[in-house]
Every structure is written in structure tokens, then in C-alpha cells.
């Protein structure tokens, strides 16, 4: 069973950035699609960012430009970076894979007006 554990939120200033990671149990290359997801309170889980394994990315239309998803296959570690933060883009950050229902418990982000 894959395990994945979030860290990095808290709270920042808007405009401000934050990087999260997300550390795996499991050779991360090896599952496509995994990916950043972001639930703001009392609404459904989406997506911000993903990588496949053949390494292309894709993003959420809004965040295009500012976040940047990246991994370190040889530590099975995936990496949001975020830059120039919103309010609108608080809440919690999980990384996952959705197809597979995989994910971690979510790490918080917080953006102050």
C-alpha cells in the first residue's frame, strides 16, 4: 500500500510562496499522473498540478505561470512550488494520484489578504 506523507504549508502573506513536498513509500516514478490537489472548505477536491511518468506536466488553468510541479524520482519525493499566492488558493493541498484513489492526509495552506 503506497503511502504518502505532505509537509510544507502554513500560512503566507498573499503574493508570497511556499514549496510542498510529498514524501512516498513507493517508487513514485512508477505511478502516472500523481499530482497536487487542493480542497478548499466546502468544496470538491481539484486539481492544480500533475506529472506523468514520461514527464510532461499539466496545470490548472489559474495557476499556469506561477506554480511549478517537480519530482526527485531517486528519492520518491514530489515537489509543488508556488509562487505569487492568493487567498482564493488556500485550503488543503494533498498529493495524490485520483485514478487510483491514493493519497496523503494533506498539508495546510493558509493566505492572508
Known amino acids: 500500500q503506497v503511502q504518502l506523507v505532505e509537509s510544507g504549508g502554513g500560512l503566507v502573506q498573499a503574493w508570497g510562496s511556499l514549496r510542498l513536498s510529498c514524501a512516498a513509500s513507493?517508487?513514485?516514478?512508477?505511478?502516472?499522473?500523481m499530482g497536487w490537489y487542493r480542497q478548499a472548505p466546502g468544496k470538491q477536491r481539484e486539481l492544480v498540478a500533475a506529472?506523468?511518468?514520461?514527464?510532461?506536466?499539466n496545470y490548472a488553468d489559474a495557476v499556469k505561470g506561477r506554480f511549478t510541479i517537480s519530482s526527485d524520482n531517486a528519492n520518491n519525493m514530489l515537489y509543488l512550488e508556488m509562487n505569487n499566492l492568493n487567498p482564493e488558493e488556500a485550503g488543503l493541498y494533498y498529493c495524490?494520484?485520483?485514478?487510483?484513489?491514493?493519497w496523503g492526509q494533506g498539508t495546510q495552506v493558509t493566505v492572508s489578504s
Open positions: 513507493t517508487i513514485i516514478s512508477r505511478i502516472n499522473a
Open positions: 495524490g494520484q485520483r485514478a487510483l484513489d491514493i
Open positions: 506529472s506523468t511518468r514520461g514527464g510532461s506536466t
